[in-house]
């Protein structure tokens, strides 16, 4: 049986997703509708329902009378997401290393999908799969709650790994060993270097504080 096609509203959210992931559309840059609708080649209301989509997920502003607006990430908000992200994903890795659980049965498998994206240089696909990779950890804890939580984080989470290797792909090879370094201790148990690792991994990049407006912080994060 065939896959259906996606919906005109769906076409027009990836699009668009894709576009601000890639820069196509600058930070605080105006898109405009009927231009979208063109790209696309959808009517304008798919393109309406997709601008509102990605305004719950903060990759644009919706301002009265102005219209759509590719939101602005400072230095300072990314500062915050990495913060989150450590206190979950090191919660969880001391969760799974007190159960001796190993690493997530789909690790093995997102980790060869995202080698192969940094070979092809697809950073969004990359970033994309790191996103399930990391997320797939925090699900191993089996706190459904704290998970979900977790996701919310998700369009933030691969708009800033995109970001990453576009301003910074020489990070590639150094994100690659310390996922591979996440799993060895996850198989080990050693909830201190898994940790260690993961804090290394979300250590400042200053290419990307430098992209994001710096705002004199002097710690911020990777992929």
């Not at 063109?38 to 997920?57: D, G, M, N, Y």
């Not at 970033?127 to 709650?145: C, E, S």
Request: proline residues 4%.
């Amino acid at each position: 049986m065939s896959s259906s096609k996606p919906s005109a509203g769906q076409r027009a959210y990836e699009w668009i997703r894709d576009a601000i992931l890639r820069g196509d559309f600058a930070e605080g840059e105006f898109i405009d509708e009927v231009a979208l609708a063109e790209k696309v080649s959808t009517s304008r209301t798919p393109v309406r329902e997709a601008l509102q989509r990605l305004q719950v997920e903060r990759y644009i502003e919706l301002l009265p009378r102005r219209g759509a607006q590719v939101r602005v990430v400072t230095a300072a908000e990314m500062r915050e997401i990495y913060q989150a992200r450590f206190l979950l994903e090191s919660e969880a890795l001391r969760t799974i290393c007190a159960r001796r659980a190993g690493p997530p049965d789909s690790a093995d498998a997102l980790i060869a999908q995202m080698e192969q994206a940094g070979v092809d240089r697809d950073w969004n696909r990359f970033a994309q799969l790191d996103q399930m990779f990391h997320a797939a950890i925090v699900r191993h804890q089996r706190n459904a709650v704290i998970a979900d939580l977790y996701d919310t984080l998700q369009p933030r989470q691969v708009r800033l790994g995109t970001r990453t290797l576009v301003e910074a792909p020489g990070r590639l090879s150094t994100i690659e060993a310390e996922h591979r370094a996440l799993m060895t201790a996850m198989s080990s148990a050693d909830a201190d270097a898994c940790v260690s690792v993961l804090r290394s991994h979300l250590r400042e990049v200053p290419e990307l504080v430098d992209a994001f407006g710096g705002n004199g912080i002097a710690d911020s994060h990777s992929s």
